[in-house]
């Protein structure tokens, strides 16, 4: 199972000894500290994301070392041309004050990683140093991803648990666990989020939402619901449309048939509902509603009323 993670990074750092031998041991020739360029980044934590799902802290540190070495990359194109930086060390970052929502203490992977100082990446360094270049995402693989409630694995297609909800008070969320690879980190041009963002692999960006519900059987239930949903959506749409040009031509706007349904083919659901109570209150002052029979009519009113039906 393969996930993208965004976080936030581009922190600059100073360089000592010890660093720059981490340094040279990736290197071909032996760098100087004028030579590198070397940032920390965030590269993923523990708290429960936008999409339900969360590292597990015992996930972090697996893939604390399996993040050295890796190199950097822009918006995860896998392509030697695009590689910038690579990362030298890591570290298990524990910030036991903060508590996730999963309930346990808040903890993150740190990652230093440095670039050359070449004509080339004079301009990359500077929007670093600026603060331009602050967001990063991470490619790992994990290879199970476990329901908080039940434990099952989620890619299972077992467990009929949705992320998000809440069942008897307590969370729903998907673990990441036992990770397998890591594989790159990336700059990428979106906003700092305050909780880490999965981003959806990579490779099936311009993939179908039931090509995807392939590789990861256990959102076939949600994208289910998901259709149902939508069927239903359109249904009320199309009978919305319908009552709206009903009311156009009771209202007598002017407008043939075809002209108000092109109209109404245009407009939202807010829309429609309000063009649907104006056009009610316009035909209904042209068509009042009359009771068929009447009590207490004056004897005049009711003697004028009579006459289309005297012989």
Not at 61 to 72: E, I, R, T
Not at 272 to 292: F, H, M, N, V
Request: net charge neutral; charged share 25%.
């Amino acid at each position: 199972m393969k996930v993208v993670k965004a976080s936030q990074g581009g922190e600059p750092v100073s360089v000592n000894p010890q660093d720059l031998a981490l340094i040279n041991r990736w290197s071909r020739k032996e760098l100087s500290d004028s030579d590198v360029f070397p940032f920390a980044v965030r590269l993923c934590d523990n708290e429960i994301d936008r999409d339900g799902e969360r590292f597990a802290p015992q996930t972090l540190a697996d893939l604390a070392s399996l993040f050295v070495g890796k190199c950097g990359v822009f918006d995860h194109r896998w392509s030697a041309k695009d590689q910038t930086a690579r990362i030298y060390k890591t570290e298990v970052v524990s910030e036991p004050a903060r508590i996730t929502r999963a309930g346990d203490p808040y903890c993150w992977l740190k990652g230093w990683a440095y670039m050359l100082r070449t004509p080339g990446n004079q301009e990359l360094i500077a929007q670093i140093e600026g603060g331009i270049k602050k967001e990063v995402s991470v490619a790992c693989s994990v290879q199970h991803a476990f329901c908080s409630i039940c434990g099952s694995d989620l890619r299972q297609n077992t467990c009929q648990h949705q992320k998000g909800e809440r069942y008897d008070g307590k969370l729903c969320y998907a673990s990441l666990e036992n990770a397998q690879d890591a594989y790159e980190f990336s700059f990428v041009a979106v906003p700092a989020q305050p909780d880490a963002g999965i981003v959806k692999n990579a490779k099936f960006s311009h993939a179908s939402l039931k090509s995807l519900v392939k590789e990861n059987p256990y959102a076939a239930a949600e994208l289910n619901a998901l259709e149902q949903h939508a069927a239903l959506g359109e249904h009320y749409l199309d009978s919305l449309r319908q009552d709206v040009t009903r009311l156009g031509m009771l209202a007598g706007l002017g407008l043939d048939q075809k002209t108000l349904r092109s109209i109404t083919e245009k407009l939202d659901w807010k829309e429609l509902e309000a063009l649907q109570s104006a056009w009610a209150r316009k035909a209904g002052d042209r068509y009042p509603i009359q009771t068929q029979l009447r009590y207490q009519t004056p004897d005049a009113q009711r003697e004028e009323d009579d006459k289309p039906y005297r012989i």
